[in-house]
Each structure stands twice: as C-alpha cells, then as structure tokens.
C-alpha cells in the first residue's frame, strides 16, 4: 500500500512566524502535491513537483513555497504565516505518465494549521 | 480555464436508501474524472475514475459513477447507504496528459438511522 505521512496533524502558529509542513512518500513516486482544503471551496493546488529540485506553481501559490531536495520528501513553507493561510492542508504523491489511463493521487491525512 | 461544479453542498439520506451526487465540469475535451472520498480526519481515498470506454465506472465500496459527455456531467450513485458512507466526496477532473487535478467544492452526506 502507498503510504504518504504528514509531519502533523494539528499545528498552531502565530502570525509571521515560518512554517514548514513535511510530507514523505515511501512508494518512489516522481510527482508530489500540495493543497489547500477550505469549506466550500474543494482542494486548490499550491505547488506540485515532478522531480527532486523541481516544483511548478499551482493555482494558489502566494504566500507558499516548497522544497524537494530528495525524491520522498516535499516540504511546504509558509515564510510568514498569516491568518488567512488558516487551513487543512493535504500532501499527494501521484507515479509518473499516463500509460494505461490516468494515475490517482495518493493524499495524507492533513495538516490542520491554526495561524492565530 | 477548467471548472468542477458540485450543486450540492449537504445531502442527507437514510441509511439504506439510494444517493446520487452531481458533478459537472466545464472542459472543451474529455477530461480525466475522479471521485474521491473524505471520511472524518482522513486524507482523500479514490472511489473510482473514468478516461475513456464504458461510461458506467463502477468502483470501490458499491459506488458507481456515469460519464455523461452530453451534460458534462460525472454523477456518482450508491443503491443502498450505509452509515459508514458518511463522509465529503469530492469530484476531481484531470486534463488529459496533465498533472493537475481540479476539484470541486465537495458534497458532505449525513446517513440519518
């Protein structure tokens, strides 16, 4: 079974202090994903990366940024938190290409960060 | 710029009755469609997938999914809910050969006893 952790489950920050979200995959998987989970609004894409060292910004990437130094691991970084940036935030991992049909994304349980 | 539109913010059933959630997606092709399924404090489990063939998608957990390329629609439909079926679904489109999922604003279903 694919497995895909995140550091946290519940995490409480203040205003501009910097965050960093972990998430490690254990399935080799070239491409992780970072979300944000509001009511309403679905899942919005953050950042998404293909490959160590590369990231390609998602629908919503102000105020984030992310770091792929080994091929399991995708961190999020919040520089300085905000209140806004309030939110569940999920990790996917997805295996390369589209041979066969499209691949799922693997999600970890979620980080609920509280900016206060 | 592709769009996932799920009508229904709440829905709830009785336990043993029939469910259906409506998905439709604004995209000039067909896309790649996904369900996925939230249950409480727990990241997304996939429930089924369409990219091409039968439009009937059955899937996990005695869901099944209609792709309806004339409505733009992907609905997803149980027989008989169970208490466990409570949960946030979450419609998802993939552009073809793309690697971002686009997804709707989710459908949270209460199962009365």
């Known amino acids: 079974d694919v497995k895909v952790t995140q550091s946290s489950r519940y995490l409480v920050k203040r205003t501009g202090e910097k965050v960093f979200l972990e998430c490690v995959q254990d399935m080799d998987h070239e491409n992780m994903f970072w979300y944000r989970q509001d009511p309403g609004l679905g899942l919005r894409l953050i950042y998404f990366s293909y490959d160590v060292k590369m990231k390609e910004k998602g629908d919503i990437p102000e105020g984030y940024s992310v770091s792929r130094e080994k091929k399991e691991r995708f961190s999020l970084i919040l520089e300085s938190a905000s209140t806004n940036q309030t939110s569940m935030y999920l990790c996917?991992?997805?295996?390369?290409?589209?041979?066969?049909?499209?691949?799922?994304?693997?999600f970890g349980p979620g980080t609920r960060l509280t900016v206060t | 710029a592709q769009s996932v539109t799920q009508p229904d913010i709440h829905i709830t059933v009785s336990e043993g009755a029939s469910l259906e959630l409506r998905c439709n997606y604004s995209y000039g092709a067909t896309p790649y469609l996904f369900w996925y399924v939230q249950s409480p404090g727990q990241g997304l489990q996939l429930l089924l997938k369409y990219f091409s063939g039968d439009t009937l998608v059955q899937g996990i957990k005695g869901f099944e999914a209609e792709f309806k390329r004339s409505q733009s629609s992907f609905n997803l439909r149980k027989p008989s809910v169970h208490w466990s079926d409570a949960a946030e679904y979450f419609c998802?489109?993939?552009?073809?050969?793309?690697?971002?999922?686009?997804f709707g604003g989710g459908t949270r279903v209460l199962v009365k006893p």
């Open positions: 996917a991992s997805r295996p390369p290409g589209l041979a066969g049909g499209p691949h799922e994304q693997y």
């Open positions: 998802a489109v993939d552009k073809a050969a793309g690697n971002k999922l686009t």
